[in-house]
Structures are given as structure tokens and as C-alpha cells.
């Protein structure tokens, strides 16, 4: 079992930056893959990026290529999403989520899901 604690999310100008953290509890932590996803008010939750539990694959959904960043860092059972360039499309709950094994890409996959944290971009 993990249980997971989103935190760092706030309001932000628009090309602002944010780092999201995960803080995960549960000792084979280094062995779950981790998801970033988001929901904006009225729509469906989306992925963001993912990290394999090596942190050797990495996913990012297109709308964010290039400005967000994810990374881990096991030994602290973390891992974060660092945002540049916020745009005001940005603004949601953002979600991190856990799954043992292969890193995937879609919500289904995903068994352990924190609380979530807001971000609120203004334009």
C-alpha cells in the first residue's frame, strides 16, 4: 500500500513557475511508478507526465512538452513536477498517483491516488 501528499500547488501568473511534490509512504516506494494528472473544472481527469520507477522512462502529455519536468528521487520517497511557462490552460487539481510496476500512461492504470493540490493560473 502507498499513500501519497500532493503539495506546492498555489496562484501563479501566467509564465510563472510552480514545483509540485509527491510524498509517498510505504517502503518498495522505488518500485511504483508514478503519474501526474490534472482536472480542470467540467472536464475529464488528463495525464501530465509519468516516471518509471527507475526513473528511466519518462512520458509528458503534449501540452506540456518542453515546459514541465518530472522527475524522483527514491531515497525520499518524492517525486516533483516542476512547471515553467504556466499558461492559464494549466489551472487544475493536480493529481499524483501510483501503480507497481511498468510505468503507464492512462488513469485506469493507476491504484493509489493522493488528494490532490490546486493551481490556479491567471492570465
Known amino acids: 500500500q502507498v499513500q501519497l501528499v500532493e503539495s506546492g500547488g498555489g496562484w501563479v501568473q501566467a509564465g510563472g513557475s510552480l514545483r509540485l511534490s509527491c510524498a509517498a509512504s510505504?517502503?518498495?516506494?522505488?518500485?511504483?511508478?508514478i503519474g501526474w494528472f490534472r482536472q480542470a473544472p467540467g472536464k475529464e481527469r488528463e495525464s501530465v507526465a509519468a516516471?518509471?520507477?527507475?526513473?528511466?522512462?519518462?512520458y509528458y502529455a503534449d501540452s506540456v512538452k518542453g515546459r514541465f519536468t518530472i522527475s524522483r528521487d527514491n531515497a525520499k520517497n518524492t517525486v516533483y513536477l516542476q512547471m515553467n511557462s504556466l499558461k492559464s490552460e494549466d489551472t487544475g487539481v493536480y493529481y499524483c498517483?501510483?501503480?507497481?510496476?511498468?510505468?503507464?500512461?492512462?488513469?485506469?492504470?493507476?491504484?493509489?491516488w493522493g488528494q490532490g493540490t490546486q493551481v490556479t493560473v491567471s492570465s
Open positions: 498517483a501510483a501503480r507497481f510496476g511498468e510505468v503507464r500512461t492512462t488513469k485506469y492504470d493507476y491504484d493509489y
Open positions: 510505504g517502503r518498495t516506494f522505488s518500485r511504483y511508478a
Open positions: 516516471i518509471s520507477w527507475s526513473g528511466g522512462r519518462i
